[in-house]
């Protein structure tokens, strides 16, 4: 497609549900990310892609969160028993080349509040 | 685990103004990118700076990088409302954030 889209926009969940977040990629990009965003703060690296490869997964806070690229396109970042403490926006981003130096396209982001 | 910071944390100037942002961080880079955020939305490229680059231009935006010091600085020339944004500068091989920069534009 002609950008990054994630899906849905905007999600409320129960704490304690648990929540499935999708990211499509631009078609052919190689390389995904996952980052999560609180109100007022830069965004957190969650985890990195290469093509369906996990090459990093050191910034998904606890083993609630999960995610998974298995054709190497499009990604979903799961996260269990979801918290309040989990309510954030959660950023996707591709790049077209392996690595990390080349500027990313990112989508608009989905935002969840747990209640 | 954020390692680029910008400064000021909030900046607010008159349309047509100059803005310059900062960015420092704390260890050896391949490159250094900023980007910017509308609320609300996702973030935008703006420019990538390599480590043997010192000076790139962009439109009108100029943005430097000093590695001796590990900082780097953005300049909008002739600020416009529509550039009133956050804007993040972005290092290191986990692409790590700072926290940002608020700029306002007033008209």
Known sequence: ?115 | SQQGEEDPQALSIQEGENATMNCSYKTSINNLQWYRQNSGRGLVHLILIRSNEREKHSGRLRVTLDTSKKSSSLLITASRAADTASYFCATGNQFYFGTGTSLTVIP
């Open chain 1, 1 to 115: 497609g002609a950008g990054v889209s994630q899906s849905p926009r905007y999600k409320v969940a129960k704490r304690g549900q648990d929540v499935a977040l999708r990211c499509d990629p631009i078609s052919g990009h190689v390389s995904l990310f996952w980052y999560q965003q609180a109100l007022g703060q830069g965004p957190e690296f969650l985890t990195y892609f290469q093509n369906e490869a996990q090459l990093d997964k050191s910034g998904l806070p606890s083993d609630r969160f999960f995610a998974e690229r298995p054709e190497g396109s499009v990604s979903t970042l799961k996260i269990q028993r979801t918290q309040q403490e989990d309510s954030a926006v959660y950023l996707c981003a591709s790049s077209p080349v392996r690595g990390f130096n080349y500027g990313y396209t990112f989508g608009s982001g989905t935002r969840l509040t747990v209640v």
